[in-house]
Protein backbone atom coordinates (compact mmCIF):
# COMPACT_ATOMS: atom_id res chain seq x y z
CA UNK A 1 0.00 0.00 0.00
CA UNK A 2 0.93 3.47 -0.79
CA UNK A 3 -0.04 6.73 1.13
CA UNK A 4 -0.18 10.26 -1.16
CA UNK A 5 -2.72 12.35 0.70
CA UNK A 6 -2.62 14.76 -3.26
CA UNK A 7 -3.66 11.62 -5.33
CA UNK A 8 -6.42 10.73 -3.18
CA UNK A 9 -7.63 14.17 -2.39
CA UNK A 10 -7.98 14.59 -6.38
CA UNK A 11 -9.45 11.43 -6.84
CA UNK A 12 -12.29 11.90 -4.80
CA UNK A 13 -12.74 15.37 -6.17
CA UNK A 14 -13.35 14.11 -9.91
CA UNK A 15 -15.35 10.76 -8.71
CA UNK A 16 -15.96 10.85 -5.35
CA UNK A 17 -13.62 7.82 -4.28
CA UNK A 18 -10.31 6.80 -4.68
CA UNK A 19 -9.65 4.90 -7.84
CA UNK A 20 -6.28 3.01 -6.85
CA UNK A 21 -7.14 0.29 -4.30
CA UNK A 22 -3.28 0.58 -3.23
CA UNK A 23 -3.56 4.34 -2.73
CA UNK A 24 -4.52 5.59 0.72
CA UNK A 25 -4.86 9.41 2.57
CA UNK A 26 -2.72 8.16 6.08
CA UNK A 27 -0.65 5.56 7.39
CA UNK A 28 -3.07 2.77 8.50
CA UNK A 29 -6.28 3.32 6.89
CA UNK A 30 -6.98 1.17 4.02
CA UNK A 31 -10.41 1.86 1.92
CA UNK A 32 -11.91 -0.84 -0.46
CA UNK A 33 -13.91 -0.36 -3.57
CA UNK A 34 -17.05 -2.70 -4.41
CA UNK A 35 -17.43 -3.92 -7.72
CA UNK A 36 -20.55 -4.77 -8.87
CA UNK A 37 -21.77 -7.78 -9.39
CA UNK A 38 -19.84 -10.20 -12.29
CA UNK A 39 -21.50 -10.54 -15.70
CA UNK A 40 -21.40 -14.03 -15.11
CA UNK A 41 -23.82 -14.19 -12.14
CA UNK A 42 -26.21 -12.23 -13.20
CA UNK A 43 -29.62 -12.89 -14.39
CA UNK A 44 -30.03 -12.14 -18.08
CA UNK A 45 -33.89 -10.22 -18.77
CA UNK A 46 -35.64 -8.89 -22.17
CA UNK A 47 -38.68 -7.80 -20.77
CA UNK A 48 -40.21 -5.86 -18.38
CA UNK A 49 -41.93 -9.30 -17.62
CA UNK A 50 -39.24 -10.93 -17.02
CA UNK A 51 -37.93 -8.11 -14.74
CA UNK A 52 -40.70 -7.95 -12.15
CA UNK A 53 -40.50 -12.04 -12.38
CA UNK A 54 -37.17 -11.98 -11.18
CA UNK A 55 -37.57 -9.74 -8.13
CA UNK A 56 -40.47 -11.44 -7.05
CA UNK A 57 -38.61 -14.71 -7.11
CA UNK A 58 -35.38 -12.43 -5.44
CA UNK A 59 -37.17 -11.33 -2.45
CA UNK A 60 -39.30 -14.69 -1.86
CA UNK A 61 -35.80 -15.85 -0.41
CA UNK A 62 -36.43 -13.26 2.22
CA UNK A 63 -39.86 -14.43 3.16
CA UNK A 64 -40.32 -14.83 7.11
CA UNK A 65 -38.14 -11.81 8.10
CA UNK A 66 -39.29 -8.59 8.73
CA UNK A 67 -38.70 -6.61 5.30
CA UNK A 68 -37.99 -2.83 4.93
CA UNK A 69 -37.53 -0.52 2.09
CA UNK A 70 -36.27 2.43 1.15
CA UNK A 71 -39.06 4.00 -0.49
CA UNK A 72 -38.27 7.33 -2.44
CA UNK A 73 -41.14 9.06 -5.05
CA UNK A 74 -38.83 7.35 -8.33
CA UNK A 75 -39.87 4.23 -10.29
CA UNK A 76 -36.98 1.74 -8.66
CA UNK A 77 -37.80 1.74 -4.95
CA UNK A 78 -41.99 2.06 -5.91
CA UNK A 79 -41.43 -1.50 -8.31
CA UNK A 80 -39.64 -2.93 -5.34
CA UNK A 81 -42.12 -1.84 -3.12
CA UNK A 82 -44.66 -3.26 -4.87
CA UNK A 83 -43.78 -6.53 -3.97
CA UNK A 84 -43.42 -6.17 -0.44
CA UNK A 85 -46.91 -5.76 0.85
CA UNK A 86 -47.32 -4.62 4.23
CA UNK A 87 -43.26 -4.21 4.63
CA UNK A 88 -42.03 -1.68 6.56
CA UNK A 89 -41.08 1.77 4.38
CA UNK A 90 -38.63 4.49 5.13
CA UNK A 91 -39.02 7.78 3.26
CA UNK A 92 -36.58 10.28 3.76
CA UNK A 93 -37.93 13.77 4.79
CA UNK A 94 -36.20 16.89 4.65
CA UNK A 95 -36.78 20.84 5.75
CA UNK A 96 -40.05 19.77 7.55
CA UNK A 97 -41.25 18.32 4.08
CA UNK A 98 -40.96 21.44 2.46
CA UNK A 99 -38.35 20.34 -0.30
CA UNK A 100 -39.49 18.09 -3.01
CA UNK A 101 -43.03 17.49 -1.69
CA UNK A 102 -44.16 16.12 -4.77
CA UNK A 103 -41.20 13.18 -4.05
CA UNK A 104 -43.18 12.84 -0.82
CA UNK A 105 -46.66 12.83 -1.90
CA UNK A 106 -45.90 9.82 -4.44
CA UNK A 107 -43.90 7.75 -2.16
CA UNK A 108 -47.13 8.32 0.60
CA UNK A 109 -49.13 7.13 -2.56
CA UNK A 110 -47.21 4.31 -3.60
CA UNK A 111 -47.22 2.98 0.42
CA UNK A 112 -51.31 3.28 0.36
CA UNK A 113 -51.25 0.98 -3.06
CA UNK A 114 -48.99 -1.94 -1.25
CA UNK A 115 -49.90 -1.59 2.51
CA UNK A 116 -46.50 -0.70 3.45
CA UNK A 117 -46.22 0.93 6.79
CA UNK A 118 -44.60 4.11 5.81
CA UNK A 119 -42.07 5.83 8.15
CA UNK A 120 -40.30 8.92 7.31
CA UNK A 121 -36.71 9.59 8.26
CA UNK A 122 -36.14 13.17 9.04
CA UNK A 123 -33.27 14.83 7.67
CA UNK A 124 -31.71 17.66 8.56
CA UNK A 125 -27.95 19.72 8.90
CA UNK A 126 -27.80 18.37 12.31
CA UNK A 127 -28.49 14.58 11.87
CA UNK A 128 -26.06 14.65 8.83
CA UNK A 129 -22.94 16.47 10.79
CA UNK A 130 -23.71 13.40 13.67
CA UNK A 131 -23.49 10.85 11.08
CA UNK A 132 -21.26 12.20 8.81
CA UNK A 133 -17.62 10.91 11.01
CA UNK A 134 -19.04 7.27 11.28
CA UNK A 135 -19.02 6.63 7.56
CA UNK A 136 -15.68 8.71 6.50
CA UNK A 137 -13.82 6.41 9.26
CA UNK A 138 -15.54 3.13 8.44
CA UNK A 139 -14.60 4.38 4.28
CA UNK A 140 -11.31 5.84 5.32
CA UNK A 141 -11.64 8.32 3.07
CA UNK A 142 -14.45 11.06 2.40
CA UNK A 143 -18.12 10.18 1.50
CA UNK A 144 -20.73 10.93 -0.93
CA UNK A 145 -23.57 13.02 0.43
CA UNK A 146 -26.20 10.31 0.77
CA UNK A 147 -24.00 8.37 3.22
CA UNK A 148 -25.12 10.04 6.12
CA UNK A 149 -28.94 10.08 5.64
CA UNK A 150 -28.48 6.08 4.47
CA UNK A 151 -27.40 5.36 8.01
CA UNK A 152 -29.64 7.12 9.88
CA UNK A 153 -32.33 5.49 7.82
CA UNK A 154 -30.69 2.18 8.11
CA UNK A 155 -30.43 3.02 12.16
CA UNK A 156 -34.23 3.63 12.19
CA UNK A 157 -35.21 0.56 10.34
CA UNK A 158 -32.64 -1.07 13.01
CA UNK A 159 -34.22 0.13 15.90
CA UNK A 160 -37.55 -1.10 14.18
CA UNK A 161 -36.48 -4.73 14.02
CA UNK A 162 -36.14 -4.82 10.28
CA UNK A 163 -33.86 -7.94 9.51
CA UNK A 164 -33.57 -6.92 5.60
CA UNK A 165 -33.60 -3.46 3.98
CA UNK A 166 -34.29 -3.51 0.07
CA UNK A 167 -32.93 -0.49 -2.25
CA UNK A 168 -33.02 0.13 -5.80
CA UNK A 169 -30.10 1.60 -6.16
CA UNK A 170 -28.26 -0.14 -9.31
CA UNK A 171 -31.24 -0.03 -11.70
CA UNK A 172 -30.21 3.50 -13.14
CA UNK A 173 -27.18 1.91 -14.18
CA UNK A 174 -28.14 -1.53 -15.61
CA UNK A 175 -31.50 -0.17 -17.50
CA UNK A 176 -30.44 2.87 -19.17
CA UNK A 177 -31.39 5.44 -16.40
CA UNK A 178 -28.05 7.85 -16.46
CA UNK A 179 -29.65 9.80 -19.90
CA UNK A 180 -27.75 12.94 -19.48
CA UNK A 181 -24.52 10.86 -19.78
CA UNK A 182 -26.03 8.26 -22.64
CA UNK A 183 -27.76 11.59 -24.74
CA UNK A 184 -24.56 11.52 -27.30
CA UNK A 185 -21.76 9.59 -28.43
CA UNK A 186 -18.98 11.76 -26.74
CA UNK A 187 -15.54 12.64 -27.71
CA UNK A 188 -12.91 11.38 -25.33
CA UNK A 189 -12.20 15.03 -23.97
CA UNK A 190 -16.05 15.97 -23.80
CA UNK A 191 -17.08 12.76 -21.95
CA UNK A 192 -13.99 13.52 -19.44
CA UNK A 193 -15.35 17.30 -19.30
CA UNK A 194 -18.54 16.16 -19.00
CA UNK A 195 -18.08 13.04 -16.20
CA UNK A 196 -15.54 14.66 -13.47
CA UNK A 197 -17.44 15.98 -10.48
CA UNK A 198 -14.65 18.73 -9.92
CA UNK A 199 -11.93 19.03 -11.65
CA UNK A 200 -8.82 18.79 -9.12
CA UNK A 201 -7.03 21.68 -10.77
CA UNK A 202 -9.95 24.26 -9.86
CA UNK A 203 -9.86 23.60 -6.37
CA UNK A 204 -7.04 22.23 -5.19
CA UNK A 205 -3.06 23.96 -4.38
CA UNK A 206 -1.36 20.84 -5.06
CA UNK A 207 -3.66 18.73 -7.79
CA UNK A 208 -2.86 15.23 -9.75
CA UNK A 209 -4.24 14.54 -12.89
CA UNK A 210 -6.87 11.85 -12.98
CA UNK A 211 -6.64 11.64 -16.81
CA UNK A 212 -5.53 8.26 -16.76
CA UNK A 213 -8.51 6.85 -15.48
CA UNK A 214 -9.87 7.61 -18.96
CA UNK A 215 -7.48 6.56 -21.39
CA UNK A 216 -7.82 3.40 -20.31
CA UNK A 217 -11.37 3.80 -22.11
CA UNK A 218 -10.06 5.80 -25.27
CA UNK A 219 -10.74 4.10 -28.61
CA UNK A 220 -10.60 5.38 -31.98
CA UNK A 221 -8.33 8.04 -31.72
CA UNK A 222 -10.69 10.76 -30.42
CA UNK A 223 -13.61 8.85 -28.91
CA UNK A 224 -14.37 7.08 -25.76
CA UNK A 225 -16.44 3.60 -24.59
CA UNK A 226 -18.66 5.37 -22.13
CA UNK A 227 -20.50 2.90 -21.68
CA UNK A 228 -17.81 0.60 -20.26
CA UNK A 229 -16.69 3.31 -18.67
CA UNK A 230 -19.81 3.90 -16.17
CA UNK A 231 -20.40 -0.27 -15.74
CA UNK A 232 -16.55 0.30 -14.05
CA UNK A 233 -16.12 3.10 -12.80
CA UNK A 234 -19.59 5.28 -11.79
CA UNK A 235 -20.61 1.65 -10.32
CA UNK A 236 -17.65 1.55 -8.09
CA UNK A 237 -18.84 4.77 -6.80
CA UNK A 238 -22.04 4.14 -6.39
CA UNK A 239 -21.97 0.76 -4.75
CA UNK A 240 -19.76 1.60 -2.23
CA UNK A 241 -21.76 4.24 -0.86
CA UNK A 242 -24.72 1.93 -0.12
CA UNK A 243 -22.57 -0.67 1.18
CA UNK A 244 -20.73 1.42 3.38
CA UNK A 245 -23.68 3.35 5.01
CA UNK A 246 -25.31 -0.20 5.48
CA UNK A 247 -22.47 -1.89 6.95
CA UNK A 248 -21.86 1.05 10.15
CA UNK A 249 -25.37 0.39 10.66
CA UNK A 250 -24.87 -3.20 10.76
CA UNK A 251 -27.87 -3.69 8.79
CA UNK A 252 -28.31 -5.88 6.12
CA UNK A 253 -29.32 -4.67 2.35
CA UNK A 254 -30.13 -5.82 -1.03
CA UNK A 255 -30.45 -5.01 -4.73
CA UNK A 256 -32.87 -6.66 -6.65
CA UNK A 257 -31.60 -4.99 -9.54
CA UNK A 258 -27.73 -5.72 -9.13
CA UNK A 259 -28.48 -8.83 -10.00
CA UNK A 260 -30.13 -8.54 -12.86
CA UNK A 261 -28.59 -8.05 -16.71
CA UNK A 262 -29.99 -6.34 -20.02
CA UNK A 263 -29.84 -9.49 -22.46
CA UNK A 264 -30.42 -7.51 -25.75
CA UNK A 265 -28.09 -4.20 -26.05
CA UNK A 266 -28.82 -1.00 -25.01
CA UNK A 267 -31.39 0.95 -27.13
CA UNK A 268 -29.72 4.15 -27.44
CA UNK A 269 -32.52 5.51 -29.80
CA UNK A 270 -34.50 4.80 -27.34
CA UNK A 271 -33.22 6.78 -23.97
CA UNK A 272 -32.43 9.36 -26.45
CA UNK A 273 -35.86 10.12 -27.41
CA UNK A 274 -37.44 10.39 -23.74
CA UNK A 275 -37.48 6.65 -22.67
CA UNK A 276 -34.64 6.48 -20.33
CA UNK A 277 -35.28 2.87 -18.31
CA UNK A 278 -37.63 1.66 -20.92
CA UNK A 279 -38.48 -1.85 -19.46
CA UNK A 280 -38.38 -0.17 -16.11
CA UNK A 281 -41.06 2.16 -16.97
CA UNK A 282 -42.96 -0.55 -18.30
CA UNK A 283 -42.78 -2.46 -15.04
CA UNK A 284 -43.50 0.29 -12.99
CA UNK A 285 -46.98 1.04 -15.57
CA UNK A 286 -48.45 -2.76 -14.41
CA UNK A 287 -47.14 -2.03 -11.20
CA UNK A 288 -48.85 1.01 -10.86
CA UNK A 289 -51.21 1.35 -13.91
CA UNK A 290 -53.60 3.82 -12.78
CA UNK A 291 -50.93 6.93 -12.53
CA UNK A 292 -48.27 8.05 -15.19
CA UNK A 293 -44.56 7.58 -15.11
CA UNK A 294 -43.01 9.62 -13.04
CA UNK A 295 -39.64 10.96 -14.18
CA UNK A 296 -36.01 9.56 -12.74
CA UNK A 297 -35.32 11.55 -9.56
CA UNK A 298 -32.04 11.01 -7.65
CA UNK A 299 -32.14 10.45 -4.30
CA UNK A 300 -33.39 13.46 -2.56
CA UNK A 301 -30.65 15.76 -0.84
CA UNK A 302 -31.06 19.41 0.19
CA UNK A 303 -27.15 20.79 -0.83
CA UNK A 304 -28.20 24.20 -2.14
CA UNK A 305 -29.81 25.18 0.81
CA UNK A 306 -27.21 23.57 3.32
CA UNK A 307 -24.46 25.16 1.37
CA UNK A 308 -26.24 28.59 0.12
CA UNK A 309 -24.03 30.94 2.82
CA UNK A 310 -20.98 28.85 3.08
CA UNK A 311 -18.13 30.74 2.16
CA UNK A 312 -15.82 28.13 1.72
CA UNK A 313 -12.94 25.46 2.78
CA UNK A 314 -9.95 27.39 4.78
CA UNK A 315 -7.45 24.23 4.69
CA UNK A 316 -4.06 25.26 3.44
CA UNK A 317 -4.57 22.19 0.67
CA UNK A 318 -7.04 24.24 -1.08
CA UNK A 319 -6.90 27.13 -3.10
CA UNK A 320 -7.61 30.60 -1.73
CA UNK A 321 -8.93 32.24 -4.62
CA UNK A 322 -11.92 30.31 -5.03
CA UNK A 323 -15.63 31.63 -6.25
CA UNK A 324 -17.99 29.85 -4.33
CA UNK A 325 -21.20 31.01 -6.63
CA UNK A 326 -19.50 29.05 -9.36
CA UNK A 327 -20.11 25.86 -7.57
CA UNK A 328 -23.45 23.59 -7.49
CA UNK A 329 -24.32 22.15 -3.96
CA UNK A 330 -22.89 18.88 -4.73
CA UNK A 331 -19.38 19.95 -5.24
CA UNK A 332 -19.55 22.57 -2.00
CA UNK A 333 -20.53 19.24 -0.31
CA UNK A 334 -17.29 17.58 -1.59
CA UNK A 335 -15.16 20.61 -0.71
CA UNK A 336 -16.66 20.29 2.83
CA UNK A 337 -16.67 16.64 3.39
CA UNK A 338 -13.04 16.51 2.05
CA UNK A 339 -12.12 19.34 4.62
CA UNK A 340 -13.48 17.44 7.70
CA UNK A 341 -11.72 14.21 6.81
CA UNK A 342 -8.36 16.50 6.93
CA UNK A 343 -9.91 17.92 10.05
CA UNK A 344 -10.08 14.33 11.75
CA UNK A 345 -6.51 12.86 10.76
CA UNK A 346 -4.42 16.17 10.99
Not at 130 to 136: A, G, I, N, R, T
Request: aromatic share 14%; proline share 6%; with cysteine.
Amino acid sequence: MSIDKKYCMSSYMAFRYIEREDMDFYPGMYHRNIRPIPDEQRILVRTSEEIGREIEKQLGQFDGKRRGVLLSGGMDSAIVASYLPGAEAYTFRFLGGRFQSEELARAEYYARCYGLNLHYVDISWDTVVKHLEPVMRAKAAPVHSIEPQILQAALQAREDGVEVLFVGESSDLIFGGMDQLLGQDWTFDGFMNRYIFIKPEEVLLEPVSMRYVFERYRKDGDGIDYLRFMDEIFSIESSSSYLNAFAVAGMPYYDPYARLKMADPLDLYRVRHGEPKYLIRGLMAMRYPEIPVPDKVPMPRPVDEYFKTWEGPERPEFRKDLNMSRFTGNQKWQMYCLEQFLNMHE
